[in-house]
């Protein structure tokens, strides 16, 4: 059975960075997209980017495009999500999810930016 | 970008009633658009694909229609369980997801 686990919460500073990652276990890992949603308290879910590791080119949302990096590891089976410049407003819950049918999320990452 | 507009925001409904929330995208999406449920504390959920495919193990009571820039799901007899936000969400090239509509049992 497909696992996805996220790594644990992090609290950071404005200004700096942060990255999160998103491992998977018990299936393909390089066939499939794993795309990064987040949720701001109160807000909608947001599509940040996405990659199929086998690709290796990460797809951006415009809004994020400037800030994030997102990049594979085949050897481990993690994709990661690195953003820098972080800002109060980035505080929010962020989720990796294996696009297959059926598909396959994470159990989120709680990232708090406060000075 | 592609811009998904739902509707209504918050729909308040009794048990073995028929939901049907709308989505608007701002260009053509043909059948690039996804249905998902968002429950507090819960990752979201895939429930519709393709516009008209359920996702695996989503029971049948939720279906989704349209093409190009008008889609519905609908959620037939309604039960407690259904209340949560559902988000529609395009999947062309950058996805996108609508502002929600939260549906109330």
């Known amino acids: 059975q497909v696992q996805v686990v996220q790594s644990g919460a992090e609290a950071k500073r404005p200004g700096s960075s942060v990255k999160v990652s998103c491992k998977t276990s018990g299936g393909s890992f390089t066939n499939f997209a794993v795309s990064w949603v987040r949720q701001a308290p109160g807000q909608g879910l947001e599509w940040m980017g996405d990659?199929?590791?086998?690709?290796?080119?990460?797809n951006y949302g415009q809004k994020f495009r400037d800030r994030i990096t997102i990049t594979a590891d085949e050897s481990t089976s993690t994709v990661y999500l690195e953003m820098r410049t972080l800002r109060s407003e980035d505080t929010a819950m962020y989720y990796c999810?294996?696009?297959?049918?059926?598909?396959?999320w994470g159990q989120g990452t709680q990232v708090t930016v406060s000075s | 970008e592609i811009v998904l507009t739902q509707s209504p925001a918050t729909l308040s409904l009794s048990p073995g009633e028929r939901a049907t929330l709308s989505c608007r995208a701002s260009?053509?999406?043909?059948?690039?658009l996804a249905w998902y449920q968002h429950k507090p504390g819960q990752a979201p959920r895939l429930l519709v694909y393709d516009a008209t495919y359920r996702a695996s193990g989503i029971p049948a009571r939720f279906s989704g229609s349209g093409s190009g820039t008008d889609f519905n799901l609908t959620i037939s007899s309604l039960e407690p369980d259904d209340s949560a936000i559902y988000y529609c969400q395009q999947r062309t090239i950058w996805w996108t997801f609508g502002q929600g509509t939260k549906l109330e049992i």
């Open positions: 999810a294996r696009i297959s049918s059926p598909e396959f």
């Open positions: 260009q053509s999406v043909s059948l690039y």
């Open positions: 990659i199929v590791p086998i690709v290796g080119s990460p």
